[in-house]
T-cell receptor, first 113, second 113 residues
Framework: ELKVEQNPLFLSMQEGKNYTIYCNYS?????LYWYRQDPGKSLESLFV?????AVKQEGRLMASLDTKARLSTLHITAAVHDLSATYFC?????????????FGTGTLLAVQP | NAGVTQTPKFQVLKTGQSMTLQCAQD?????MSWYRQDPGMGLRLIHY???????DQGEVPNGYNVSRSTTEDFPLRLLSAAPSQTSVYFC????????????FGPGTRLTVT
């Protein structure tokens, strides 16, 4: 059974600081998604990581994938208040089909001024 | 393109009532899915479809029915609503068996009293 664990579940950080969100998954998958969700809104796609060693960056966010360790990280550099949101990782592969996603429980990020 | 649309945005039902949540996409995507989001649990897959006339169950299918008569539409039916089905429901669509991205609708917030 595919399980996805995120930590931390809640992260309060000051503006200007760096931090990393971790996403571990239990079985083999070569497709890892990161999403952002603002309160009361839908999910916004941030990154799709498709292979071992993949690294993608957009602004202050950088995501990486290590398929051997079954680990993805979302690194936040010099946080700003606008990054406050809930971040989800999701792994493709439920039931053997990569278009079906298993989500982590999410990380609520609060960036304090 | 309107992308993925969902109606209604909000709905309150009484226990035992039935209703249909609507989902439509105009991107000619083969794959469509329904997820529910509960506090602290991330998103969980209810049902999915790989094309018109083809549907299958996800992680939490009990209490829900789906059908896919056209490529564009993928309605979710609650036959006899229960308080445990109080949740936010998201529809998603994607193209191809190994999609680089899934597109999520705006969500339907359902309360069952």
């Amino acid at each position: 059974e595919l399980k996805v664990e995120q930590n931390p579940l809640f992260l309060s950080m000051q503006e200007g600081k760096n931090y990393t969100i971790y996403c571990n998954y239990s079985t083999t998958s070569d497709r890892l998604y990161w999403y952002r969700q603002d309160p009361g809104k839908s999910l916004e796609s941030l990154f799709v990581l498709l292979s071992n060693g993949a690294v993608k960056q957009e602004g202050r966010l950088m995501a990486s994938l290590d398929t051997k360790a079954r680990l993805s990280t979302l690194h936040i550099t010099a946080a700003v208040h606008d990054l406050s949101a809930t971040y989800f990782c999701a792994v493709g592969g439920y039931g053997g089909a990569t278009n079906k996603l298993i989500f982590g429980t999410g990380t609520l990020l609060a960036v304090q001024p | 393109n309107a992308g993925v649309t969902q109606t209604p945005k909000f709905q309150v039902l009484k226990t035992g009532q039935s209703m249909t949540l609507q989902c439509a996409q105009d991107m000619n995507h083969e794959y469509m899915s329904w997820y529910r989001q509960d506090p602290g649990m991330g998103l969980r897959l209810i049902h999915y479809s790989v094309g018109a006339g083809i549907t299958d169950q996800g992680e939490v299918p009990n209490g829900y029915n789906v059908s896919r008569s056209t490529t564009e539409d993928f309605p979710l039916r609650l036959l006899s609503a229960a308080p445990s089905q109080t949740s936010v429901y998201f529809c998603a669509s994607s193209y191809g068996l190994n999609p680089s991205e899934q597109y999520f609708g705006p969500g339907t917030r359902l309360t069952v009293t």
